[in-house]
């Protein structure tokens, strides 16, 4: 079966650091396009960062851009999501997403809850 299930959410405060990490299994991790989603309460699911197969390509959203940094270890199967001066409003649930390029495969992680809070 596929999973992805992700890890390293928790509690930490503004300005603060936290890295999450999502592993897969079930899939050939790298020939998979690797992205982050999250989720704040009462809002719409976002994308944050997608990474490509080798790592050669990184796209941020706008509002992470200088702030979080995304990677992949193939030989792991491991996605991560390096999170640096973390504000309130990153608060979320963080989703770790597998897409497989021109094909109907895609899958989601349980998702991981960041809280940013003093």
């Known amino acids: 079966q596929v999973q992805l299930v992700e890890s390293g959410g928790g509690l930490v405060q503004p300005g603060g650091s936290l890295t999450l990490s999502c592993t897969a299994s079930g899939i050939t991790f790298r020939i998979y396009t690797m992205n982050w989603f999250r989720q704040a309460p009462g809002k719409q699911r976002e994308f944050v960062a997608t990474i490509t197969t080798s790592g050669g390509g990184i796209t941020y959203a706008d509002s992470v851009k200088g702030r979080f940094t995304i990677s992949r270890a193939n030989a792991r199967n491991t996605l991560y999501l390096q999170m640096n001066t973390l504000r309130p409003e990153d608060t979320a649930v963080y989703y770790c997403?597998?897409?497989?390029?021109?094909?109907?495969?895609?899958?989601w992680g349980q998702g991981t809850q960041v809280s940013v809070s003093s």
């Open positions: 997403n597998g897409y497989l390029p021109g094909t109907s495969h895609n899958y």
